[in-house]
């Protein structure tokens, strides 16, 4: 059981963190950020079975490679910026947060781009 893991990480995580906030601050946000980290990599192996999962489904689907690997791309900005934008919250940082949010969504809408234009361009065809 995995998210057990996962699960005492954080519990054992937010405990120091909480526990040190008063007495050390800057020791305290180490122990969040570095909690944070250790769950990410954590997970991180787990996202490569989540990929191929989603590349046999399109194979099997005849959905074209190119745009399965826009739509994990997607996926990955969008975990990367939420990932980033709270360890700058738990930091105490939200006018930094709010940045590597908004810079998430436009990096999301410059790789989907194609997609959109693709789609568009099926509209057009049918019209």
Same mark, same amino acid.
């Given at each position: 059981?995995?998210?057990?893991?996962?699960?005492?990480?954080?519990?054992?995580? *937010?405990?120091? +963190?909480? +526990?040190?906030?008063?007495?050390?601050?800057? $020791? +305290?946000?180490?122990?969040?950020?570095?909690?944070?980290?250790?769950? #990410?990599l #954590?997970?991180?192996?787990?996202?490569?079975?989540? %990929? &191929?999962? $989603?590349? &046999?489904? @399109?194979?099997?689907?005849?959905?074209?490679?190119?745009?399965?690997?826009?739509?994990?791309?997607?996926?990955?900005?969008?975990y990367?910026?939420? $990932? @980033?934008?709270?360890?700058?919250? &738990?930091?105490?940082?939200?006018?930094?947060? +709010?940045? =590597? &949010?908004? /810079?998430?969504?436009? #990096?999301? @809408?410059? *790789?989907?781009?194609? =997609? %959109?234009? /693709?789609?568009?361009?099926? =509209?057009?065809?049918?019209?």
């Amino acid at each position: 059981m995995e998210i057990l893991q996962i699960v005492i990480i954080g519990i054992v995580g *937010t405990i120091l +963190s909480i +526990s040190l906030k008063k007495e050390s601050p800057l $020791f +305290s946000l180490f122990i969040g950020l570095t909690t944070g980290i250790l769950i #990410f990599l #954590f997970v991180a192996e787990y996202l490569k079975r989540v %990929i &191929d999962i $989603f590349s &046999d489904l @399109a194979g099997s689907a005849g959905i074209n490679s190119e745009y399965m690997n826009i739509i994990l791309k997607i996926i990955g900005i969008s975990y990367a910026a939420r $990932f @980033a934008t709270e360890l700058c919250k &738990d930091a105490g940082e939200g006018a930094i947060a +709010s940045k =590597v &949010d908004l /810079a998430g969504k436009i #990096f999301i @809408a410059i *790789t989907g781009a194609p =997609v %959109i234009l /693709a789609l568009m361009e099926m =509209v057009e065809h049918f019209i």
